[in-house]
């Protein structure tokens, strides 16, 4: 079977003014087929403003796109079990590109275990539901200002375009075009922040090195610039802009962590939702010196043990991971993952083997947000009504899935951890994949699961299946599926009014 998705632009391979981290490895293959050379026909080159690959997307998109795109949020779209096309894109004569998934990604992606087709799809769905957004962004900018701004993003893209699409495909970025175009389609509320986009178009112009002028107001006596970091004026009121600016203004720059491949960001204002947004984890304020150090240290740590049990695994998050933002004091979560900032994880500072496996946990979700924004695993609603042994409330049919599935590769790495000797692993492998086994025949139960949805499912159990091969010595395993059912008969007390979700 094949599952049909649309299709993506091509990562950037990003070059830095500083020094920025590459988002992969030198040696990475190209991904997927580039969108604008599929928006031409062959041969053809772009027209006078056309020079983005978002700006010719934008061009042959409709209005009725545009509104699914608005009324989704996520870039969501419904259609059959054997999946959905991102709305947008554009191939020849003004169609649709799409992806083709086949049953082989899907249980490869399923299993949780990195492959190069998974992995590519999740970077291409990424970019495509990104330059959705920016198309919808400035489709619904008014005045000539952001005409301006995507001028001066275009002459960036035509002398260096790896590093205008690092900036564009940034997660921070993510955010801050969700919110606005959110805010650009409401009224009632405050203002879209549409000098964020100059922002964008003057970090794009630094790191590709063409002469510019351009004047921002900076926010608070500082001007973050997407990528770079801050710029400190000394005085107050609008700031003129050149290319020499960064050399000769003060800077804040982003902090890179060592590996050189992402970025620590505790500076940009869109690197977690707004403040007027409820959510339960918030970004830490800007770190010390000393700060930076001991995260320097924590993830040094963490990307050792990571490359010694699961290189692959390493690899992966090397891949998929941009940036890393830490978490606010007081906060009881270990990491969280925002769909709107794709190739960032909000984590706390912790010791290395605790980082680690909250890198390996959290990069599953992003990966599964990725193929939910373009496949229809399930059609169930939000209410909170089934058990996860890792938490104490009940989750919807989404929070199941994720749960399980992120704590599918935990399980995972944890017992290869515990091959290498790891102290504790076989314990906490062991109680891992116990609270997975007993929630796959819940989640294969549903059904609001698509065909899709349950292939899928089906995949996550096959990979559980195959941790019989390697099993934890002793009775561990025996004993933390006791002490599950312990768990699992106290919160049926708890919650009597859902225990018939429990059972399968």
């Given at each position: 079977m094949?599952?049909?998705t649309?299709?993506a632009?091509?990562?950037?391979r990003?070059?830095a003014?500083?020094?920025?981290?590459d988002p992969?490895?030198?040696?990475?293959?190209?991904?997927?087929?580039?969108l604008?050379?599929?928006a031409?026909?062959?041969g053809a080159?772009?027209?006078p403003g056309?020079?983005?690959?978002?700006?010719r997307?934008r061009a042959q998109?409709g209005?009725?796109?545009?509104?699914?795109?608005?009324?989704?949020?996520?870039?969501?779209?419904?259609?059959?079990?054997q999946?959905?096309?991102l709305?947008g894109?554009?191939?020849?004569?003004?169609?649709?590109?799409r992806?083709?998934v086949?049953?082989h990604t899907?249980?490869?992606?399923a299993?949780t275990e990195p492959?190069a087709e998974?992995t590519?799809?999740?970077r291409d769905?990424?970019?495509?539901?990104?330059l959705?957004?920016?198309?919808?962004?400035?489709?619904?900018a008014p005045?000539?200002?952001?005409?301006?701004?995507?001028?001066?993003l275009e002459e960036?893209e035509r002398?260096d375009?790896?590093a205008?699409?690092?900036?564009?495909?940034y997660?921070a970025t993510g955010?801050?075009?969700e919110?606005?175009?959110r805010?650009l389609?409401a009224p009632?509320?405050p203002?879209?922040?549409?000098?964020h986009?100059g922002?964008l178009?003057?970090?794009?112009?630094?790191r590709?090195?063409?002469?510019?002028k351009?004047?921002l107001r900076?926010?608070?006596?500082r001007l973050?610039?997407?990528?770079?970091?801050?710029?400190r004026p000394d005085?107050p009121?609008p700031?003129?802009l050149?290319?020499?600016?960064?050399d000769?203004?003060a800077?804040?720059?982003?902090?890179?962590?060592?590996?050189g491949?992402?970025?620590?960001?505790?500076?940009?204002p869109?690197?977690?939702p707004?403040a007027?947004?409820p959510?339960p984890?918030?970004?830490?304020?800007r770190?010390?010196?000393k700060g930076h150090?001991?995260?320097d240290?924590?993830w040094?740590?963490a990307l050792?043990?990571l490359?010694r049990?699961?290189s692959?695994?390493?690899?992966e998050?090397?891949?998929?991971?941009r940036?890393v933002?830490?978490?606010?004091?007081?906060?009881?979560?270990s990491g969280a993952?925002?769909?709107a900032?794709?190739g960032?994880?909000?984590?706390?500072?912790?010791a290395?083997?605790?980082?680690?496996?909250?890198?390996?946990?959290?990069v599953?979700?992003?990966?599964l947000a990725?193929?939910?924004?373009v496949?229809t695993?399930?059609?169930?609603?939000?209410?909170?009504?089934?058990?996860?042994?890792?938490?104490?409330?009940?989750?919807p049919?989404?929070g199941?899935?994720h749960?399980?599935?992120?704590?599918l590769?935990?399980?995972?790495?944890?017992?290869?951890?515990?091959l290498?000797?790891?102290?504790?692993?076989?314990?906490?492998h062991?109680?891992?994949?116990?609270?997975?086994?007993?929630?796959?025949?819940?989640?294969?139960?549903?059904p609001q699961?698509?065909?899709?949805?349950r292939?899928f499912v089906?995949?996550?159990a096959?990979?559980?299946?195959?941790?019989?091969?390697?099993?934890?010595?002793?009775?561990q395993?025996?004993?933390?599926r006791?002490?599950?059912?312990?768990e699992r008969?106290?919160w049926?007390e708890?919650?009597?009014?859902l225990a018939a979700?429990?059972?399968?």
């Amino acid at each position: 079977m094949t599952h049909h998705t649309r299709s993506a632009d091509a990562e950037p391979r990003s070059r830095a003014v500083p020094a920025i981290p590459d988002p992969r490895p030198a040696d990475s293959p190209p991904d997927g087929v580039p969108l604008p050379e599929q928006a031409l026909p062959e041969g053809a080159a772009p027209s006078p403003g056309q020079g983005l690959p978002w700006a010719r997307v934008r061009a042959q998109g409709g209005a009725e796109d545009r509104a699914r795109a608005v009324d989704r949020g996520q870039g969501r779209g419904q259609g059959r079990d054997q999946g959905v096309a991102l709305e947008g894109g554009a191939e020849p004569g003004g169609g649709l590109v799409r992806f083709a998934v086949s049953s082989h990604t899907l249980r490869a992606l399923a299993s949780t275990e990195p492959s190069a087709e998974g992995t590519r799809l999740v970077r291409d769905v990424r970019r495509s539901k990104r330059l959705l957004l920016l198309r919808a962004v400035l489709d619904a900018a008014p005045g000539a200002e952001a005409a301006e701004r995507w001028a001066l993003l275009e002459e960036a893209e035509r002398q260096d375009p790896e590093a205008v699409r690092d900036v564009l495909h940034y997660p921070a970025t993510g955010v801050w075009a969700e919110e606005t175009l959110r805010r650009l389609h409401a009224p009632q509320g405050p203002p879209p922040d549409l000098a964020h986009l100059g922002a964008l178009a003057v970090a794009a112009a630094l790191r590709a090195g063409i002469g510019f002028k351009a004047t921002l107001r900076p926010v608070g006596g500082r001007l973050a610039l997407p990528t770079l970091g801050l710029l400190r004026p000394d005085r107050p009121g609008p700031l003129a802009l050149t290319e020499r600016s960064w050399d000769s203004c003060a800077t804040l720059p982003l902090h890179a962590l060592p590996g050189g491949r992402t970025a620590l960001d505790d500076l940009d204002p869109y690197r977690a939702p707004p403040a007027a947004h409820p959510a339960p984890v918030r970004p830490a304020r800007r770190l010390t010196p000393k700060g930076h150090k001991r995260w320097d240290t924590q993830w040094s740590g963490a990307l050792t043990l990571l490359e010694r049990y699961d290189s692959a695994r390493a690899d992966e998050i090397g891949r998929l991971l941009r940036t890393v933002v830490p978490l606010g004091g007081g906060t009881r979560s270990s990491g969280a993952t925002l769909p709107a900032a794709a190739g960032s994880v909000l984590a706390r500072a912790q010791a290395p083997p605790a980082l680690a496996a909250t890198l390996v946990h959290e990069v599953q979700h992003g990966k599964l947000a990725a193929l939910a924004d373009v496949l229809t695993l399930h059609t169930a609603d939000r209410t909170p009504r089934l058990w996860a042994p890792w938490r104490s409330d009940p989750r919807p049919l989404e929070g199941l899935l994720h749960g399980a599935y992120a704590h599918l590769a935990l399980a995972g790495y944890w017992q290869r951890a515990a091959l290498y000797g790891a102290r504790g692993a076989w314990a906490q492998h062991a109680r891992v994949r116990a609270q997975v086994a007993a929630v796959l025949p819940v989640l294969r139960a549903q059904p609001q699961l698509t065909v899709t949805g349950r292939e899928f499912v089906d995949g996550m159990a096959a990979a559980e299946r195959t941790m019989d091969e390697l099993p934890p010595p002793g009775d561990q395993h025996a004993t933390a599926r006791r002490a599950l059912e312990r768990e699992r008969r106290a919160w049926c007390e708890a919650h009597p009014e859902l225990a018939a979700f429990v059972q399968v």
